[in-house]
């Protein structure tokens, strides 16, 4: 890291960019594999990968491979915007705070209920999941060398086919065994097996709880048994019109 300095946009960047707990890692993985040819793993992911508005990292490789959680920002000047269903989203964000937070945690809430309602209000970082979604998809247009909206479900539903779209989006040539490979790696399978080997990046402190892994389920529709009937319609009238743009089902 380049102490002290903020790292500042490059005209060729390529920007990942996802609510948190929207498999934003997963696709990191698999992208920078793809582009740099290079397994990403926990241990390396910061050489090669820099966060937006967070110190620089030195040497990184060309184009930089960068990722934030932001709302729309015009300086990003390529982007590929993954989005997830809210209703996983939520479930894999309190977990997330759980083993970050550790005991801090109870200053924000008490069970997941109380995380439920945070979430809903707009009250976890980086703010309400409708909004940051709509800032990129109504101004996709203006993101001057292109985005690229990507569903999570998609990437875990049809993987070859979703990253075919990444290549042409991002103009690169890889052959099929390049691509199985890379597909294989970034696999949820692989993440977890990684995390067991690499803790100590995903865990920096001493506060961090350690039997909670980073890397949980990543599965389609978990919400459907983990939320409750009332929960559940609750979320979906929150966000009903964000759901039913971006295709996922309202009943």
């Known amino acids: 890291m380049s102490k002290g300095l903020t790292y500042k946009i490059q005209s060729d960047d390529i920007c990942i960019v996802a609510y948190p707990k929207s498999g934003n890692n997963y696709l990191l993985f698999l992208i920078g594999t793809l582009l740099y040819r290079k397994k990403i793993d926990w241990a390396n992911r910061f050489e090669f990968i820099q966060r937006l508005k967070e110190e620089m990292v030195d040497n990184l490789p060309s184009p930089h491979l960068v990722w934030s959680h932001e709302s729309y920002d015009f300086t990003y000047p390529k982007v590929i915007y993954l989005v997830r269903d809210p209703r996983d989203i939520v479930i894999s964000y309190y977990f997330h705070h759980l083993k970050y937070l550790g005991e801090g945690s109870k200053l924000m809430f008490n069970e997941f209920n109380e995380f439920f309602e945070k979430f809903l209000?707009?009250?976890?970082?980086?703010?309400?999941?409708?909004?940051?979604?709509?800032?990129?998809?109504?101004?996709?247009?203006?993101?001057?060398?292109?985005?690229?909206?990507?569903?999570y479900e998609d990437?875990?539903?049809?993987?070859?086919?979703?990253?075919?779209?990444?290549?042409?989006?991002?103009?690169?040539?890889?052959?099929?065994?390049?691509?199985?490979?890379?597909?294989?790696?970034?696999?949820?399978?692989?993440?977890?097996?990684?995390?067991?080997?690499?803790?100590?990046?995903?865990?920096?402190?001493?506060?961090?709880?350690?039997?909670?892994?980073?890397?949980?389920?990543g599965r389609v529709g978990g919400w459907k048994s983990f939320l409750n009937k009332e929960q559940q319609q609750i979320i979906n009238q929150k966000f009903y019109s964000t759901l039913l743009k971006m295709e996922y089902k309202v009943t």
């Open 155 to 217: 990437l875990l539903i049809d993987t070859s086919r979703e990253v075919y779209r990444l290549l042409k989006f991002l103009n690169l040539d890889r052959t099929d065994e390049e691509i199985q490979e890379a597909i294989d790696w970034a696999s949820f399978d692989n993440m977890k097996s990684l995390e067991v080997k690499q803790k100590e990046p995903l865990n920096p402190s001493e506060f961090n709880d350690r039997n909670i892994p980073f890397v949980r389920e």
């Open 121 to 151: 209000l707009g009250n976890v970082w980086p703010g309400m999941w409708d909004e940051s979604v709509e800032s990129w998809i109504t101004n996709q247009k203006n993101v001057k060398n292109g985005f690229l909206l990507v569903k």
